[in-house]
């Protein structure tokens, strides 16, 4: 499979986003069986794996950590750091915040170290931008951990343009995380031409819509119970009527997916993999079988009709990517 760069390190275009394994779409997946999933991605040819200190508080680090510290030489480990959840009174989450702080940082490193069972972390990403901080602090510190060997590349989050600047001028700045695929353009306008100045790589987290783009979710089974992130108050675009709305944009999907024998998820990573040789997207799954379709999305070549086709659905989309909260965290 074709490698792309990321910081001076080949991944394969398609890497993976461990998120839903232990946080956000439900409850998590058993651990042996999520190991035994992020085994067979490393067979399959998958080498760049994404999670968060904020995922699972913790415990997302900690099982790539029992996957991989046998593996370590076999996968780049990207992880995050900056955000920090607020309780109330009884002890139950009330909201998040941003704390990039230096000494936050030296906090979260540590425990990511700990937790991923390694010396050193591939990718290490300022996971949201703190406005109280300037960047260059937030930043700087992170570029001490590269040269204190803890970290090899570092990176940003959803941090808009401008900053982006301002953080390559304090230390090389190699990727930025953002929500990218054919429902969510954003970073087109100005993180992308950023990011072919500084020479760094585009990492399109939710490729997939949330999943929206797979074609698998149905008006019937609209993502919902304990732990369910995809909710109206989260992410209007699964609000009541936003969500029937977009579910028949998939369905221009489905169409010229159809045409190439393969999903609409496939066509939705094709169609982000085709927007630059420095874009990587890291789908997320928690099942097998969907990984070996997603890594399928390789294999496919959309015309530019077809590409402008898809390009187009993203003003169609109803409701934001976040709620009000999340939309103000994001471009920053
Ligand atoms: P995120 O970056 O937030 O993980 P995403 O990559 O756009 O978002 O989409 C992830 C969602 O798509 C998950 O709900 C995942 O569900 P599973 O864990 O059940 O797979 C779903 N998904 C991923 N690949 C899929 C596929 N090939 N078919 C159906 N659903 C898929």
């Given at each position: 499979m074709d490698q792309r760069k990321l910081h001076d390190f080949d991944v394969n275009p398609i890497g993976l986003g461990c998120m839903g394994l232990s946080a956000f779409y439900g409850p998590p997946t058993e651990q042996a069986e999520a190991i035994r999933m992020l085994h067979e991605a490393i067979e399959l040819g998958i080498n760049h794996f994404d999670t968060a200190e904020m995922y699972g508080m913790g415990a997302n680090e900690k099982l790539l950590g029992e996957a991989f510290?046998?593996?370590?030489?076999k996968v780049r480990i990207a992880t995050k750091w900056g955000p920090k959840f607020l309780f109330d009174e009884d002890g139950n989450i009330s909201g998040t915040t941003v704390d990039g702080t230096p000494e936050n940082m030296r906090r979260a490193v540590e425990n990511s170290l700990k937790f991923l069972k390694t010396?050193?972390?591939?990718l290490y990403y300022l996971h949201r931008v703190d406005?109280?901080?300037?960047i260059e602090e937030s930043v700087g510190a992170m570029g001490d951990l590269v040269d204190e060997g803890k970290v090899r590349a570092i990176g940003l989050s959803e941090a808009g343009a401008e900053t982006i600047s301002r953080a390559h001028k304090t230390h090389p700045v190699s990727a930025v995380q953002s929500e990218y695929s054919i429902f969510s353009?954003?970073?087109?306008?100005t993180t992308l031409p950023t990011l072919k100045d500084i020479g760094a790589t585009l990492v399109a987290y939710s490729p997939l819509g949330r999943g929206l783009l797979t074609g698998a979710m149905t008006k019937e089974n609209k993502p919902s119970g304990?732990?369910?992130?995809?909710?109206a108050a989260m992410q209007p675009r699964f609000a009541e009527g936003a969500y029937e709305a977009n579910l028949a944009l998939v369905e221009e999907v489905r169409s010229i997916s159809e045409t190439h024998g393969a999903s609409p998820g496939q066509v939705a990573l094709a169609w982000v993999l085709a927007q630059g040789e420095n874009i990587v997207a890291i789908p997320g799954t928690t099942k097998l079988a969907n990984m070996k379709s997603n890594l399928g999305a390789s294999a496919i070549t959309l015309s530019d009709a077809e590409l402008a086709g898809l390009g187009a659905l993203a003003d169609k989309v109803?409701?934001?990517?976040?709620n009000e909260q999340g939309m103000a965290s994001v471009n920053r």
């Open positions: 510290s046998d593996r370590r030489d010396d050193v972390i591939d406005p109280n901080i300037p353009r954003d970073v087109e306008e304990e732990g369910e992130f995809r909710q109803q409701g934001a990517r976040y």
